[in-house]
């Protein structure tokens, strides 16, 4: 008789899948048989839906209106045979001052914005990207801030290493040309606002100042990123609430690019003043620029551009082309396939009319 010892662990254990339909693979699935009933129809309403929605995005896009000014290479108001680029160059810290005159063709109705754009600057560099403290930006100062920040983390100060705030490369090349535009049809310069420009969402969760009335005091223990000209606390003394890591320059600046080709908004047409409230109208104006961000050092360029927007934002046909392309493609292949489908394709009593005398094809 045998005898049960109790012993069962010793047994080699089964690798048997359990008997469930996911396991043993019975779920139910479907597959789609393609056949020209199916195929055909599908190109067909692809090319005839993309084609209108492509010809409606570009005509939104090309309700936008741009003026784009190059100002990589403006000559200095005060030698006017000196370009900015080399004065800053010759002269690092310095600052040059130039103005360039351009004409807007027509007028520019409704909400007006103002961007900078920079070119071949690589913001989607994954060491650019992440060297920041987001907890310092939220306000939670400490002595020890982010590694990721390194080499932008702090500064030798008589022997002594001092924090930076904010710490990082992103906000230490952070863009610094002041940008006006001076209207001569009104003798005046257009008016300019600096908030409003950044991400609500932004400005309310993701930067902060620290707990306290005295921003000064609060950073008193931090020193200003290496290229900065102010502390963080001198970004906008006149506005409290666009001050310190709630600046939306900063904040704006701080968003990185993905395209080392990109633009960012930099100011708001205050349309509230008299004589520009239905935007900018035709004529003479002048761009004065306060020359800082040297580019030279990536071989990259400056721009200033003023813009409209439309019910689908700003200027860009390229989905617009998209949607057309796409569906000319369809069109063209379900076109292609139906004629095929006629010359060549096989009756349906041929199909059903199959014995063993029936040549294979």
């Not at 055909?40 to 936008?64: K, N, Q, R």
């Not at 300019?192 to 609060?218: S, V």
């Not at 200033?304 to 439309?310: A, D, E, G, K």
């Not at 860009?316 to 010359?343: R, S």
Request: contains cysteine; charged residues 20%.
């Amino acid at each position: 008789m045998a005898v049960n010892t109790g012993d069962n662990d010793s047994l080699p254990k089964s690798k048997k899948p359990s008997d469930s339909a996911f396991k043993q693979q019975r779920l139910p699935a479907w597959q789609p048989i393609l056949t020209a009933g199916t195929v055909l129809p599908t190109f067909f309403v692809i090319g005839i839906a993309f084609i209108p929605v492509g010809v409606g995005l570009l005509y939104f896009s090309d309700e936008v209106q741009e003026k784009i000014i190059d100002y990589t290479f403006c000559t200095s108001t005060h030698d006017p045979l000196k370009r900015c680029t080399d004065y800053i160059s010759e002269n690092p810290g310095s600052e040059c001052h130039c103005s360039i005159n351009f004409t807007l063709p027509t007028d520019y109705n409704g909400k007006v914005y103002m961007y900078y754009g920079l070119t071949n600057f690589y913001q989607n560099h994954r060491r650019y990207v992440k060297s920041r403290d987001d907890n310092q930006l939220l306000g939670q100062l400490s002595p020890l801030v982010s590694s990721d920040c390194e080499p932008f983390a702090s500064i030798d100060k008589n022997g002594t290493l001092v924090p930076i705030a904010p710490c990082g490369a992103i906000a230490n090349s952070l863009f610094n040309d002041e940008l006006t535009i001076f209207s001569h049809k009104h003798n005046k310069e257009v008016p300019l606002k600096k908030t409003g420009i950044a991400w609500p969402t932004d400005k309310e969760i993701k930067f902060k100042n620290p707990e306290g009335n005295n921003l000064k005091e609060a950073f008193k223990d931090y020193e200003k990123p290496k290229n900065w000209k102010k502390h963080v606390w001198e970004l906008d003394t006149d506005d409290p609430d666009n001050n310190g890591f709630k600046n939306e320059d900063l904040i704006v600046w701080m968003r990185t690019a993905a395209l080392p080709t990109f633009r960012k908004l930099y100011r708001r047409v205050d349309h509230e003043q008299p004589m520009f409230i239905n935007g900018l109208l035709a004529g003479l104006y002048t761009l004065n620029i306060k020359y800082s961000y040297q580019v030279s050092a990536f071989e990259g360029t400056k721009r200033m551009i003023l813009s409209t927007t439309s019910l689908l934002g700003g200027k860009n046909p390229f989905l617009g082309y998209a949607y057309i392309v796409v569906g000319c493609v369809c069109l063209l292949l379900g076109i292609a396939l139906l004629i095929i489908h006629i010359k060549c394709s096989k009756s349906t009593n041929d199909m059903i009319n199959v014995n063993q005398n029936t040549p294979y094809q």
